[in-house]
Nanobody, 121 residues
């Protein structure tokens, strides 16, 4: 099995910063792309950022210029640094990872359970 666990969420004031982490554990041979998505109440889940195994990044329009995605493959961990946070950034943030398990040629996408980010004064 593969588990993804997010951390780093919480309550932050407008204009503040947060760094989210996503640790992948379990039976993992290799991780391809990793990504962050978010879902606010009453809204669909939307892309925040993705990062390929080679380090190429892609950002959603709503966070572009304010967020940085990164990864540490030695730790099977992804990060999302968010700056200049706004109340509209309030959401549950989920990470995902495309993983190949040992002995398998299949790549499967796994999701974490999410971490709440609330931006409010």
């Amino acid at each position: 099995q593969v588990q993804l666990v997010e951390s780093g969420g919480g309550l932050v004031q407008p204009g503040g910063s947060l760094r989210l982490s996503c640790v992948a554990s379990g039976s993992i041979a290799s991780i391809d792309a990793m990504g962050w998505y978010r879902q606010a109440p009453g809204k669909e889940r939307e892309l925040v950022a993705t990062i390929s195994s080679g380090g190429s990044t892609n950002y959603g329009d709503s966070v572009k210029g304010r967020s940085t995605i990164s990864r540490d493959d030695a730790k099977n961990t992804g990060y999302l640094q968010m700056n200049s946070l706004k109340p509209e950034d309030t959401a549950v943030y989920y990470c995902n990872a495309r993983v190949r398990r040992p002995g398998s040629g299949l790549w499967l996408t796994y999701w974490g359970r999410g971490t709440q980010v609330t931006v409010s004064s």
